[in-house]
């Protein structure tokens, strides 16, 4: 059997080159070849295996010419230089590694705060200049500060454990975190606006995405306490950067260290010049322990894919053999769709969820199915997350994840059920796959209805009274948005009642408050699947 061959197209560690080599996998290490698109287009049909960082861009061209490539492993956890959805086209693993720079991000975020709180950018700018301005730069202490942490997930976590070392009182906000696990790592759980009122230090530690864009935007950075310093080595945008300086200008914020920005390579930012801000060029990750961690984590994930079919921290695709996936591949997007569901209606922290799977697919690999459900709960807030990472992700946040298998005990031959516990609810959601392998909804909350998952979808809850579906369509006629399906459900005749509507394109957020206007009406959300 001729030797799986791997190119390693960006600079990585020696020892990850000889990880490949001890595993018996042919390495060719061309560590200066990502910058040349065309060159890495010309051979990439030669490997099985392209191990990158950052600066190899993986796009459809290239993929179009990696006849032989079964994977693409990336030493960190960014896979935006990745074509993911084109790599999956052509059945190509994407794997990275997103835990490997944990300590170091968090490491750096402690530094950033430290030199905030003296001043130590522009006191050794100013020592070194010869001024010796020692009356000039006038700190504050860390001792004893309230530390506000904006997502609690494995960096935040590691953030609030040195925090407290450090005698800082340290409170959070993150929806997925749970009561105990807040407790179990020494944080008080707060809702966003009790944190900006009370923190002395905000420090943001969340993936970018719709809900948290502009976290501390204009209005939320005024709500925040009056001296309050902030601290970002997560994502560029979760902070309005305009808002920000006019913040700091009027001395509402007395400082802010940031790592990241919304438009990087930043040479340029509102930021930038302000002498109660301290800066640096997204070093979160840039230390020599993480980047050999990376290292080293990608060349054994990759080997295990290579020689056993063992498959770890993939983006794309769930742990499972190949003899599993035609069968589990239709269940496998049940879950994530009904795990999507659930978690697009969810605001709450999440205490725990209950998977039951009945019937012929209690049968099959219920932890694959278990890991596409919670991705797809999680991903509404947690972007990153994949099938791979779910389960960890879940854990780090306290989510308790119970899964149970059964005979049939339905009309169905297969049947997943989705139960999800939060701090003020309990919402349960079932579905099943067709003969056409197509997933579909069958009960929500105990009602039972009928629907295909469809790309742009209106839940509605309302009481079950007439003149509902009049009104409700007549709202949708008048914005123009056209009604593709349209599926109702009721616990009784004249109680609660849930309609699931197929849309063309997106919902409007005026049609969705004019829905809310009809009488009985208790909630209206647009979802995507």
């Given amino acids: 059997m001729t030797a799986p061959k791997v190119l390693i197209s960006d600079a990585l560690s020696p020892a990850a080159v000889q990880i490949f080599k001890d595993r018996g996998i ?37 993929l179009e010419q990696a006849s032989r490539l079964k994977v693409i492993g990336r030493a960190g956890i960014g896979v935006d230089n990745v074509d993911i959805p084109a790599a999956t086209a052509k059945g190509i693993i994407v794997m990275n590694t997103p835990f490997g720079n944990s300590i170091t991000t968090a490491e750096h975020a402690i530094a950033m705060m430290f030199a905030l ?18 009356n000039r730069f006038m700190g504050v202490e860390i001792t004893g500060k309230t530390l506000g942490i904006i997502g609690c997930g494995n960096i935040g976590s590691i953030v609030a454990e040195r925090a407290l070392g450090l005698r800082m009182k340290v409170i959070a906000y ?11 790592i020494g944080v008080e759980k707060v809702e966003l606006d009790d944190l900006l009122a009370r ?45 920000l300086r006019k913040a700091l200008d009027e001395g509402h914020v007395a400082g802010a260290a940031f790592d990241v920005f919304t438009v990087e390579p930043a040479t340029e930012n509102p930021l930038f ?41 993939a983006v794309n695709f769930p742990s499972i053999t190949a003899e599993e996936a035609p069968k589990l591949k ?20 999440m205490k725990s969820v209950h998977i039951t799977y009945e019937g012929t697919v209690a049968h099959l690999n219920t932890r694959a199915l ?94 079950d009274k007439p003149g509902f579906i009049g009104r409700f369509a007549g709202i949708l006629g008048n914005a123009g948005v056209n009604i593709a399906t349209f599926a109702l459900g009721r616990d009784t005749p004249g109680g609660s009642a849930i309609a699931l509507v197929e849309v063309d394109g997106e919902v409007p957020a005026k049609v969705l408050e004019d829905i809310q206007t009809i009488p009985g009406v208790k909630q209206a959300k647009a979802l995507t699947f």
């Avoid at 020599?288 to 080293?296: G, I, R, Y």
């Fill in 370 to 463: 278990s890991s596409a459900a919670i991705a797809g709960l999680l991903r509404p807030i947690l972007q990153d997350v994949n099938v791979v990472s779910a389960p960890v992700v879940a854990k780090e946040r306290g989510i308790v994840v119970e899964e149970t298998v059964r005979e049939a005990e339905h009309d169905y031959d297969a049947l997943i059920t989705l139960t999800v516990v939060t701090e003020r609810q309990t919402r349960s959601v079932a579905g099943t796959v067709f003969a056409n392998g197509k997933p579909r909804i069958v009960n929500i909350k105990g009602i039972t209805v009928d629907a295909e998952f469809a790309p742009s979808m209106i839940y509605v809850t309302n009481e």
């Fill in 117 to 134: 709180a003296r001043e130590i950018p522009a006191a050794d700018a100013s020592t070194q200049a010869g001024k010796w301005e020692k």
């Fill in 26 to 62: 042919e390495v060719d290490f061309q560590p200066n070849l990502g910058k040349d698109k065309d060159k890495l287009a010309e051979i990439i049909g030669n490997y099985d295996g392209l191990a990158i960082r950052s600066a190899t861009k993986v796009t459809p061209k290239i």
């Fill in 273 to 313: 010049g302000h002498p109660n801000v301290v800066c640096t060029p997204h070093l979160g990750a840039a230390t020599t322990e993480a980047q050999e961690n990376v290292a080293l984590q990608v060349a054994e994930q990759m080997s295990d894919y290579l020689l056993r079919g063992a498959i770890s921290n």
């Fill in 199 to 243: 923190a002395d230090i905000i420090t943001l530690h969340t993936p970018l995405t719709e809900k948290t864009k502009n976290v501390l935007s204009a209005e939320n950075i005024a709500k925040t306490k009056k001296g309050v310093r902030i601290v970002n080595c997560a994502r560029g945008g979760l902070v309005d950067e305009v808002a």
């Fill in 330 to 349: 239709p269940f496998i997007a049940l879950a994530e769709k009904l795990g999507s569901f659930a978690g697009q209606l969810t605001e709450t922290g």
């Fill in 174 to 184: 993150d929806p997925f975190l749970s009561p105990e696990r807040a407790l179990d």
